[in-house]
């Protein structure tokens, strides 16, 4: 599924259309305030310590990274 918008503000409508469809409930925190959004602070430090334990155990060099990283998600 793709679209194009030509502004800033059409490609916000389109993704608020979009998430309003499919259900997704929108939560905002302030911008550069970590501590508001604890959850997913959280869990992106496990993907990343995930995707290094990957890479380390697997004696694959970095370019493998986004790899690591999809399969640290699907994990």
Same mark, same amino acid.
């Given at each position: %599924?793709?679209? @194009?918008?030509? @502004? %800033?503000?059409?490609?916000?409508?389109?993704? $608020?259309?979009?998430?309003?469809?499919?259900?997704?409930?929108?939560?905002? +925190?302030?911008? %550069? $305030?970590?501590?508001?959004n604890g959850i997913a602070e959280r869990?992106?430090? @496990? *993907?990343?310590?995930?995707a290094r334990t990957l890479l380390a155990? +697997? *004696? *694959? &060099?970095? &370019?493998?990274?986004?790899? /690591?990283?999809? $399969? /640290?998600?699907?994990?």
């Amino acid at each position: %599924m793709g679209f @194009t918008a030509k @502004t %800033m503000q059409e490609a916000i409508e389109i993704a $608020t259309e979009l998430m309003d469809k499919k259900g997704i409930k929108r939560e905002f +925190s302030v911008p %550069m $305030t970590p501590q508001q959004n604890g959850i997913a602070e959280r869990k992106n430090r @496990t *993907l990343i310590e995930a995707a290094r334990t990957l890479l380390a155990d +697997s *004696l *694959l &060099p970095i &370019p493998f990274w986004a790899e /690591a990283v999809n $399969t /640290a998600c699907y994990v």
